[in-house]
């Protein structure tokens, strides 16, 4: 075998020194690049494992927050409708009052202008009582002062009479 190495111009010494030599050069890569090239690609798997459960995490969150934000959009759209309705109650509420308070105003008003107008046809009928009476006083007057016969207090009556409707 030694002659088989030396016919294919092999120099054993050195093929030892250069399997050394590529030995060290594979621990010092080793040590040197490999561990530690591979130690930033285990950091890098999880950072990237950290980033895609974050992803994760705040896809989830933020389907919980649109959750969150549509259910308080239709309360806000619930309170705001009881809100119009309660507006709306109140409003007819207001209106009937009014209504009621107008009526009331109203008949109050044709309640007094019913007694004024009984105290004025009151007044009325009491003057009218009051010049009948002033003109049968005076027809009588005239009556006792002429003594005259049924024709002529006939005659003063209804002279009497035509004075009062002028």
Do not use: C
Request: proline share 1%.
């Amino acid at each position: 075998m030694g002659e088989l190495i030396q016919k294919l111009g092999i120099d054993w010494k050195l093929l030892i020194a250069q399997i050394i030599n590529f030995l060290i050069l594979l621990f010092v890569l080793y040590k040197f690049a490999y561990k530690p090239i591979l130690n930033l690609m285990h950091k890098r798997e999880k950072k990237i494992e950290d980033s895609l459960k974050n992803a994760d995490k705040i896809q989830k969150d933020l389907v919980d927050l649109e959750e969150k934000k549509a259910k308080e959009i239709q309360d806000a759209r619930y309170k705001s409708q009881a809100i119009i309705d309660e507006a709306s109650k109140s409003g007819d509420k207001l209106k009937e009052e009014l209504k009621a308070e107008a009526k009331k105003e109203s008949e109050e008003i044709v309640k007094k202008a019913k007694e004024e107008i009984e105290i004025a046809k009151n007044k009325m009928v009491e003057d009218a009582k009051k010049e009948v009476a002033e003109i049968v006083v005076s027809v009588s007057e005239k009556i006792i002062k002429k003594n005259l016969d049924e024709k002529t207090n006939q005659d003063l009556i209804e002279e009497t009479i035509r004075e009062i409707k002028k």
